[in-house]
Nanobody, 115 residues
């Protein structure tokens, strides 16, 4: 079983910055991708950014140039700059076993950007 513990959410004014962290522990496979998804109020969950076991990164179009994902072994970070009110959402950490394709999810961290 995999545990994902997120931290770093909160309230920030538009234009500000926040950093999210997610530490994975437990039965982690040897090849995993880690990612951040978010779910704004009343909307579907969407990919924010992902980093694969090989270091390849992918970003959602709405965050390119503002957010940066990074990884240190089994901890993933999301540096969020130039935040906008539309970035308000619950942010979920995701770990994907690349061999068997099974994902695990964190409990979510609220990010609120005020205008």
């Amino acid at each position: 079983q995999v545990q994902l513990v997120e931290s770093g959410g909160g309230l920030v004014q538009a234009g500000g910055s926040l950093r999210l962290s997610c530490a994975a522990s437990g039965s982690i496979g040897s090849r995993t991708a880690m990612a951040w998804y978010r779910q704004p109020p009343g909307k579907q969950r969407e990919l924010v950014a992902q980093v694969t076991s090989g270091g390849t990164t992918v970003y959602g179009d709405s965050v390119k140039g503002r957010f940066t994902i990074s990884r240190a072994k089994n901890t993933v970070y999301l540096e969020m700059n130039s935040l906008k009110p539309e970035d308000t959402a619950v942010y979920y950490c995701n770990l994907l076993n690349e061999v068997i394709g099974i994902p695990d999810w964190g409990q979510g961290a609220q990010v609120t950007v005020s205008s």
